[in-house]
């Protein structure tokens, strides 16, 4: 076995209530692709109805980082897989799914057969968060399948596979503003606009959102609600007048949480799904 080369992967036992909190936190923290498993695939006698999530990473250290910032809430250890390519494992779980009225998405490896009035979206996440499967990033699309009329100009926070701006483009939106705190973010967006051929309209950065310059009619950003709490005054700066700010990531009993720090915008839409919520706001009296 000297010769073989050891995957590293973090697995954490959680209860069903905690699962999808923790897996965007598992995405977050770099995981290149997610297993969820019931307990007794490793146990063999369930101790409380847990589930083990089990989480690929394509380093080590970074591995070993991720393993450190879970522990703390939850059960967790480092494993070792020796000679299968997990480069590619993570695709089982990732197949074509459609969203709201128009949207067809699917990753590049997963052919798919689209009606005239479809709009494809070619999403490979590779390890950054952003590939339909959560709920989160769903609701967002939902909302732009429904509000992107043309012509409109995209601000993307927080934009991790590019996803938003690239089904806002295809949608019919003129042009995106993508920014990410991670370089591997960005990379990954700019590889996915160009499968979409919309790279010309997207463009990706790690520019923090006080450098971006501009007014923007559709503000998205898919982030926790601790994080949406504080940016609630730096969002609205970037909107032009009678623009819509389209807010996600934030779980049903943090929502009341999130409208307090948006208080002086009116709540024109809310969707569910899951654990989950997401806002359409505009300025009061927009």
């Known amino acids: 076995m000297s010769g073989s080369a050891r995957h590293p992967f ?3 036992r959680v209860s069903p209530e905690q699962l999808e909190l923790a897996q965007l936190k598992l995405w977050e923290l770099g995981a290149t692709g997610l297993e969820e498993r ?3 695939t490793i146990v063999g006698e369930p101790t409380r109805g847990d589930v083990v999530v089990i989480a690929a990473f394509d380093d080590e250290a ?31 779980g990732f197949g074509a799914q459609r969203i709201g009225r128009r949207i067809l998405l699917h990753p590049s490896w997963e052919p798919v057969e689209a009606a005239p009035n479809d709009v494809v979206l070619t999403i490979d996440p590779e390890n950054a968060f952003g590939s339909g499967d959560h709920e989160t990033t769903r609701l967002v699309l939902r909302f732009l399948d429904k509000r992107v009329g043309g012509g409109e100009r995209v601000l993307d ?37 160009e499968l979409n051929g919309v790279a010309s309209a997207v463009t990706a950065s790690t520019r923090p959102l006080e450098d971006i310059d501009g007014e923007y009619d559709l503000v998205l950003a898919n982030i926790e609600t601790r994080v949406l709490v ?38 024109e839409e809310l969707l569910e799904e899951g654990q989950w919520c997401a806002c359409l706001l505009r300025r009061g009296g927009a």
């Open 10 to 12: 973090v697995t954490i």
């Open 38 to 40: 019931d307990e007794t």
């Open 62 to 92: 970074v591995a070993r980082r991720a393993l450190d910032e879970v522990r703390g809430e939850y059960q967790a250890e480092l494993v070792y897989v020796a000679d299968q390519n997990w480069a590619t494992e993570w695709r089982r």
């Open 157 to 193: 926070v927080g934009c991790g596979s590019g996803i938003l701006s690239i089904a806002a483009i295809r949608l019919g939106a003129a042009s995106s503003v993508a920014i990410d705190i991670e370089d591997d973010a960005v990379v990954v967006a700019e590889h996915n606009a």
């Open 230 to 267: 504080h940016m609630a005054n730096e969002l609205q700066g970037r909107m032009a007048p009678g623009a819509a700010l389209i807010l996600s990531g934030i779980l049903r009993a943090e929502r009341d949480e999130l409208l307090v720090a948006y208080a002086s915008m009116r709540l």
